[in-house]
């Protein structure tokens, strides 16, 4: 008997720390992270974890972790999967509802595209892509526009003027 790839099963743990509410269902980010991870590949028992905060939160982990003494909109910690467990850990997604806020001017339907974005952003992040040169930043912005199934233009996190400047 020919044994095939064990079929992908997303496990989502989702928290949300932030005054702002409502602004994701995670349903429909489970149902992205499946879009996502059968994409690159990815089969078999995984989770990952979303955390949800204020500017405080993401500021502590943005200095302890990157050096930078300043709010960011998204981070990612990828971590190893324990062997045998049949559980393949991808790591944590943490995003800043506030700056999410700050970047749409506050309009609701603007923030939950960007929730979105931030999300998939940061599970690429887990999956080892990077954007430190323009070829790379060009790479994650076309997977994220294909998953996320909006135009190239659209596909970087940020205000409007941030996006065009990093597809450049």
């Not at 079929?7 to 996502?36: C, T």
């Not at 595209?113 to 430190?132: A, K």
Request: with cysteine; charged share 30%.
């Amino acid at each position: 008997m020919k044994r095939g790839k064990t079929p992908l099963a997303v496990e989502l743990a989702v928290s949300n720390q932030s005054a702002r509410k409502r602004l994701y269902r995670a349903d429909a980010l489970r149902r992205l992270a499946e879009r996502v991870c059968a994409g690159e590949g990815i089969s078999g028992a995984v989770e990952v974890s979303v955390l949800f905060c204020d500017d405080p939160c993401i500021t502590h982990l943005n200095r302890e972790y990157r050096k930078r003494d300043r709010p960011t909109d998204v981070l990612s910690f990828g971590q190893a999967g324990q062997p045998g467990s049949g559980l393949r850990i991808l790591g944590d997604i943490v995003i800043s509802l506030e700056t999410v806020e700050r970047h749409c001017r506050g309009e609701r339907g603007a923030m939950r595209d960007e929730v979105r974005l931030l999300f998939c952003h940061g599970l690429l992040h887990l999956l080892n892509y990077t954007h430190g040169d323009a070829p790379a930043r060009r790479v994650m912005a076309e997977k994220q526009a294909e998953y996320l199934d909006i135009p190239l233009g659209h596909a970087w996190p940020g205000a409007p003027k941030k996006r065009a400047e990093h597809l450049k």
